[in-house]
């Protein structure tokens, strides 16, 4: 049945038959796939801020510190820990158990990991593994200050977030394409990471760039601080051994070593480099030979290897993280102050929870202290009951000690002062002394006891009170303890622009048909021109005066009568065209000097007059801007008393292919 006219709104998702609800088909799509996308998002792809893990590190991380003894464990068992946390397969666990541990901060790595450099992958979880580094298990754990909820079957409890007190997300980078979203966070150096917190603590700037595994080279000029549309450019490290050998010894990031050579050997098969031979002698270090061809520059090879291969790749960041449920894109200074600020904040609750733990301590031995020294314990002698046993002990405290609530705290001085009031649970506490404690009791041991937790609880409050000299002694002792073997493995450099025209070998050769207008590589049987490239522009002249510049093909058709024919250099100052055509339009001969740096391919250009009848009557191309005399005949009809003379381009000022000087 068609619809009419008037249906021309949108289904709608929800419908009424009498009580029941009936989601549609559109509804369904839309609700359902709202849900999917959030889903991947938030619990997927993209990392939370707060420690900088997708949501399968942090259930790995959390798996691994409660298994945590000290020793290695199988990573099949580490695997299979974390699926009680995680609700997917083992599988993706074990890939981004393997991920975390190739990043070798986290995770302490035994057996055969796989190489990132060469892509070649782990070995089977059962004969690998693993257990936490000393680093993790200082920055990433801590029960106190840990928020939980619970697993996705219900039966166990895991954390929202880890309290990283480092900003991890920097020092691994993450990738990760969930829907309508990505995000690509560059790795950072772990010394520059730590310096740059102590700036940011400090109230300073820091600027941080990226720092990868693999090393080679970057230019940073475009980072724009890692935020989308942002862009980086990374090389391989290349070194010329001799004259005809070359020693690729660091990779750009991302590229695997099989990866780069097939991307030479395509280049030496298109005639873009000239290669004898190619050797990976890669072991423990990177090391890819290079054999040139005889009479071949090194140095215009590498240029070509920059220019033609992945020896030199181009990788956009996208900083988004999830902050407070919602993805966010930023920057990488805004994530560092972030971060910083959140270390911070943990080693405030750290602090707190010290302080009030040495306070408790603190309340009880001085309780202990003087229930011991002064016998209150012979007063429950004679009590009958629980409460009178409770109440002779609190009595017999209020001789010796004043409590806040008490009138008089303040200017008391022959009691000690108490922290806070005596509870029923320390009245408890003190009944269960055991009788061998109390005849051992060591009373200048107790105040050396006291005097210690006096002094750690001094210490707790200063750190308080100075809470950002605290946090910056903390990187300070974390860049001490772990800053060894961190040193920065890529160089930043600033990259010469290099044009694939300068640095291509002549791969191929230029034919030209004058007389039928064609130009091209595959006509072989024509008149030859020169040697060339396949990406080369090839610049041409018909006799009608019309200039136009095509990319070189097998055959293309450029117009009859072809004057001139070369292969054209943008931005070439120095080759200079010296032309006399006669000018269709006011039928008078004109000659003009001038360089063709810049054109639009394909467009024609009327540089030997307009109209129809020009014509092209003298023409040179000249590479170094020489200038030459020409003899000129006047017809025998031009009035001009001398018939016969020369004339010299050199009078003629050098302008744009558009002006003209009349002869």
């Known amino acids: 049945m068609a619809r009419s006219k008037k249906d021309t709104s949108v289904p709608p998702t929800v419908s009424h038959n009498g009580?029941?609800?009936?989601?549609?088909?559109?509804?369904?799509?839309?609700n359902y796939f709202l849900d999917y996308a959030?889903?991947?998002?938030?619990?997927?792809?993209?990392?939370?801020?707060?420690?900088?893990?997708?949501?399968?590190?942090?259930?790995?991380?959390?798996?691994?510190?409660?298994?945590?003894?000290?020793?290695?464990?199988?990573?099949?068992?580490?695997?299979?820990?974390?699926?009680?946390?995680?609700?997917?397969?083992?599988?993706?666990?074990?890939?981004?158990?393997?991920?975390?541990?190739?990043?070798d901060l986290l995770i302490d790595c035994q057996g055969n990991w796989g190489d990132y450099r060469t892509g070649d992958s782990a070995a089977a979880p059962r004969y690998i593994e693993a257990r936490l580094t000393k680093f993790a298990l200082d920055v990433a754990f801590n029960a106190d200050t840990t928020r939980w909820q619970l697993t996705y079957d219900g039966r166990k409890r895991e954390p929202i977030a880890l309290p990283m007190k480092f900003p991890l997300l920097l020092a691994q980078g993450v990738e990760g394409i969930a829907v309508g979203l990505s995000t690509k966070v560059m790795p950072h150096n772990f010394v520059e990471i730590i310096k740059a917190s102590i700036a940011v603590l400090k109230g300073r700037n820091a600027d941080l760039y990226p720092d990868f595994p693999t090393g080679g080279l970057v230019d940073v000029a475009h980072y724009n601080g890692g935020a989308r549309g942002g862009k980086i450019r990374v090389r391989a490290r290349i070194r010329e051994i001799d004259k005809k050998t070359l020693?690729?010894?660091?990779?750009?990031?991302?590229?695997?070593?099989?990866?780069?050579?097939?991307?030479?050997?395509?280049?030496?098969?298109?005639?873009?480099?000239?290669?004898?031979?190619?050797?990976?002698?890669?072991?423990?270090?990177?090391?890819?030979?290079?054999?040139?061809?005889?009479?071949?520059?090194?140095?215009?090879?590498?240029?070509?290897?920059?220019?033609?291969?992945n020896c030199e790749?181009?990788?956009?960041?996208?900083?988004?993280v999830i902050i407070d449920n919602k993805p966010l894109f930023t920057d990488v200074n805004d994530l560092l102050r972030i971060s910083t600020e959140n270390t911070k904040e943990l080693l405030r609750m750290e602090l707190e929870i010290l302080k009030h733990?040495?306070?408790?301590?603190?309340?009880?031995?001085?309780l202990e202290k003087i229930f011991i020294e002064n016998r209150i314990y012979r007063d429950i002698e004679e009590?009958?009951?629980?409460?009178?046993?409770?109440?002779?002990?609190?009595?017999?405290?209020?001789?010796?000690?004043?409590?806040?609530?008490?009138?008089?705290?303040?200017?008391?001085?022959?009691?000690?002062?108490?922290?806070?009031?005596?509870?029923?649970?320390?009245?408890v506490r003190l009944t269960e002394i055991r009788i061998k404690r109390i005849s051992k009791f060591n009373s200048f041991k107790a105040n050396e006891e006291i005097a210690k937790l006096n002094e750690a609880l001094l210490e707790a409050m200063h750190h308080l009170a100075h809470l950002t000299e605290y946090a910056i002694s903390y990187f300070e002792r974390l860049l001490d303890k772990y800053g060894k073997g961190h040193e920065r493995k890529t160089e930043i450099a600033v990259f010469d622009e290099i044009r694939a025209t300068e640095v291509v070998a002549n791969n191929a050769k230029l034919y030209v048909d004058r007389v039928g207008g064609f130009i091209g590589t595959g006509l072989k049987k024509d008149e030859f021109v020169q040697d060339c490239s396949d990406i080369d522009d090839i610049i041409v002249f018909r006799r009608d005066g019309v200039m136009k510049v095509v990319r070189i093909g097998e055959k293309v058709f450029i117009g009859k009568d072809i004057q001139h024919i070369a292969v054209w250099k943008k931005n070439d100052e120095r080759t200079t065209y010296n032309l006399a055509y006669v000018d269709g339009k006011s039928g008078r001969a004109m000659v003009k000097r001038f360089n063709v740096t810049a054109i639009t391919r394909d467009k024609e250009y009327p540089v030997g007059g307009d109209g129809k009848g020009s014509r092209i009557l003298y023409?040179?191309?000249?590479?170094?801007?020489?200038?030459?005399?020409?003899?000129?005949?006047?017809?025998?009809?031009?009035?001009?008393?001398?018939?016969?003379?020369?004339?010299?381009?050199?009078?003629?000022?050098?302008?744009?292919?558009?002006?003209?000087?009349?002869s």
């Open 19 to 30: 009580e029941d609800t009936i989601v549609t088909l559109s509804g369904m799509y839309q």
């Open 247 to 309: 020693q690729i010894t660091e990779l750009p990031y991302g590229v695997f070593v099989n990866d780069l050579i097939d991307t030479i050997l395509k280049a030496n098969e298109k005639g873009q480099i000239k290669v004898k031979k190619v050797i990976d002698k890669t072991a423990a270090e990177v090391d890819i030979e290079i054999e040139l061809q005889p009479g071949v520059s090194p140095d215009v090879t590498i240029d070509a290897l920059y220019a033609f291969t």
């Open 313 to 320: 790749v181009s990788i956009s960041p996208n900083c988004c």
């Open 383 to 427: 009590c009958e009951t629980w409460e009178a046993v409770l109440e002779a002990i609190d009595k017999g405290l209020h001789r010796y000690v004043i409590t806040p609530s008490q009138s008089g705290y303040a200017k008391e001085a022959k009691k000690l002062k108490l922290l806070r009031d005596i509870t029923e649970e320390d009245l």
């Open 619 to 662: 023409l040179t191309a000249n590479p170094n801007g020489e200038s030459e005399v020409v003899t000129v005949t006047l017809s025998p009809g031009s009035t001009a008393k001398i018939k016969v003379f020369d004339y010299d381009f050199g009078e003629l000022a050098i302008k744009g292919r558009d002006l003209r000087a009349i």
């Open 38 to 103: 959030s889903y991947v998002i938030l619990e997927r792809a993209v990392p939370a801020i707060e420690d900088g893990l997708k949501p399968v590190q942090r259930r790995i991380l959390h798996a691994m510190f409660e298994q945590h003894d000290g020793r290695y464990h199988k990573v099949a068992n580490l695997i299979g820990q974390t699926m009680q946390y995680h609700p997917h397969g083992d599988a993706a666990i074990g890939d981004a158990l393997v991920n975390l541990g190739q990043k």
């Open 357 to 366: 733990d040495l306070e408790e301590k603190l309340h009880f031995a001085s």
